[in-house]
C-alpha cells in the first residue's frame, strides 16, 4: 500500500514509518520540519496525491507554555481537515488519525473520571485547546466517514514510550517517589512506541468500515509497587467502579479496557512494566 505520514519526523511515526516499511508498505513522509506544514491545504491536497491511505500524527502536542491555542487549534483542527480534504479528492482508501487519551478530559490532572475502569464509552469532558482539539478532530473523522465512505480509525493512547522513557520514570521515582502521583497521577497508563506502530499498521491492513475510534494502552500500569486498585482508591476514592473482579485477578492490569482495539484488530501488546522491571534486574 501507498501512504502518506504527516509527522513522519515526530518520535511515533518514526516508529510507524519502519513497522510498515518492514512490512513491504511504499511510505511518503509530510512534515514541517522538511518544510511541509498541514496547515496549508493545497500542500497536503498535493502530497496525497496517489496514495491509498494516510496515517496523520502531525500536531502540536500541548504545551501550553510555549504553544497559544490559536496555534494548537490551527494545527491540529485545520491541519486535521485539510488531511481529509486531501483524502477525499485523492480517492483515499482509510485515514488513521492519531488522537489521544487526553480527549476524555481526565488525563494530566484534568477532570475526575465517571467510572473504573476505564472503557471506550466513557463520556468525554475535555477543557484545555489539546484536549479538545483531539475530541473535536475525532468528531471530525467521524463525520468525514459518513458523508464520504471512507473509512477513518482513532486511536487514543496515554504517554508513549520509547525505550529510555522506561528508565527516565525509574529515576524520577528515585528521587522523588511521589513523582508517581503528582501532582497527577496517569492511572499509571503508557503504551510502548513499538506496540503503537504495531496497531497503526494492524488498522491498515485489517479490513475496515465507516468510524471507530480506541484506547490503546499496555496490558499492566507502570507502578513502583502499589497494585491498581490501590492506587486508583489512594487518589480518586471517589470514583465508583463497574468491575473489580479483573484487578483481583491481575492486581496490576491497566486501568484502561482496551477490548475493543484487540478484538477489532487482532493487536496485543508486547511490551509491559513488568517485563521492563524483570528485564533490567527490577523485579523481586
Ligand atoms: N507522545 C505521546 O505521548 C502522545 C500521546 C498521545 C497522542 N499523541 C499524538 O501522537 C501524534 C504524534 O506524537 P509524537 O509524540 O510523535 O509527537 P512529535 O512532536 O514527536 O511529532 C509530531 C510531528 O508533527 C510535526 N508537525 C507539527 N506541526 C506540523 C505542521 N503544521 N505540519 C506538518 N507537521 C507538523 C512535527 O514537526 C513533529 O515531527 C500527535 O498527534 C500527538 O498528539 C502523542
Known amino acids: 500500500m501507498k501512504i502518506l505520514l504527516t509527522g513522519n519526523r515526530g518520535l511515533i511515526c518514526q516508529a510507524v514509518e519502519k513497522k510498515l516499511v518492514g512490512n513491504g508498505h511504499q511510505v511518503v513522509g509530510f512534515d514541517l520540519v522538511d518544510g511541509h506544514d498541514i496547515r496549508d491545504q493545497a500542500a497536503v491536497i498535493?502530497?496525497?496525491?496517489?496514495?491509498?491511505?494516510v496515517?496523520?500524527?502531525?500536531?502540536?502536542?500541548?504545551?501550553?507554555?510555549i504553544e497559544s491555542a490559536e496555534e494548537i487549534t490551527r494545527t491540529n483542527l485545520l491541519g486535521t481537515w485539510n488531511v481529509l480534504?486531501?483524502?477525499?479528492?485523492?480517492?483515499?482508501r482509510k485515514v488513521v488519525f492519531m488522537s489521544s487519551v487526553d480527549a476524555l478530559g481526565i488525563f494530566k490532572g484534568e477532570g475526575v473520571?465517571?467510572?473504573?475502569?476505564?472503557?471506550?464509552?466513557?463520556?468525554?469532558?475535555?477543557?484545555?485547546?489539546?484536549?479538545?482539539?483531539?475530541?473535536?478532530?475525532?468528531?471530525?473523522?467521524?463525520?468525514f466517514s459518513s458523508t464520504n465512505d471512507i473509512?477513518?480509525?482513532?486511536?487514543?493512547?496515554?504517554?508513549?514510550?520509547?525505550?529510555?522513557?522506561?528508565?527516565?520514570?525509574?529515576?524520577?521515582?528515585?528521587?522523588?517517589?511521589?513523582?508517581?502521583?503528582?501532582?497527577?497521577?496517569?492511572?499509571g497508563a503508557f503504551i510502548d512506541v513499538r506496540d503503537l506502530a504495531d496497531i497503526?499498521?494492524?488498522?491498515?491492513e485489517?479490513?475496515?468500515?465507516?468510524?471507530?475510534?480506541?484506547?490503546?494502552?499496555?496490558?499492566?500500569?507502570?507502578?513502583?509497587?502499589?497494585?491498581?486498585?490501590?492506587?486508583?482508591?489512594?487518589?480518586?476514592?471517589?470514583?465508583?467502579?463497574?468491575?473489580?473482579?479483573?484487578?483481583?485477578?491481575?492486581?496490576?492490569?491497566?486501568?484502561?479496557?482496551?477490548?475493543?482495539a484487540k478484538e477489532t484488530f487482532g493487536w496485543k501488546p508486547q511490551f509491559s512494566w513488568k517485563k521492563f522491571l524483570d528485564a533490567h534486574g527490577y523485579g523481586s
Open 206 to 260: 485489517t479490513e475496515f468500515n465507516g468510524y471507530g475510534c480506541y484506547l490503546v494502552a499496555s496490558d499492566d500500569i507502570t507502578t513502583s509497587g502499589r497494585t491498581t486498585a490501590e492506587l486508583a482508591r489512594m487518589v480518586f476514592p471517589q470514583v465508583k467502579w463497574k468491575t473489580q473482579a479483573d484487578y483481583e485477578r491481575e492486581p496490576y492490569r491497566s486501568l484502561l479496557d482496551c477490548h475493543r
Open 200 to 204: 497503526v499498521v494492524r488498522c491498515l
Open 55 to 65: 496515517v496523520h500524527l502531525a500536531a502540536l502536542l500541548g504545551n501550553d507554555e
Open 151 to 187: 473509512p477513518t480509525i482513532c486511536l487514543r493512547p496515554p504517554g508513549v514510550w520509547n525505550e529510555q522513557t522506561y528508565f527516565h520514570i525509574v529515576e524520577n521515582r528515585r528521587q522523588r517517589p511521589e513523582y508517581e502521583w503528582d501532582p497527577y497521577w496517569e492511572y
Open 46 to 53: 498535493k502530497a496525497g496525491k496517489g496514495y491509498e491511505a
Open 85 to 92: 480534504e486531501s483524502a477525499r479528492i485523492n480517492g483515499c
Open 113 to 143: 473520571p465517571d467510572y473504573f475502569p476505564i472503557d471506550d464509552d466513557l463520556p468525554c469532558k475535555p477543557t484545555t485547546p489539546y484536549a479538545i482539539s483531539k475530541k473535536l478532530a475525532e468528531e471530525m473523522c467521524c463525520s
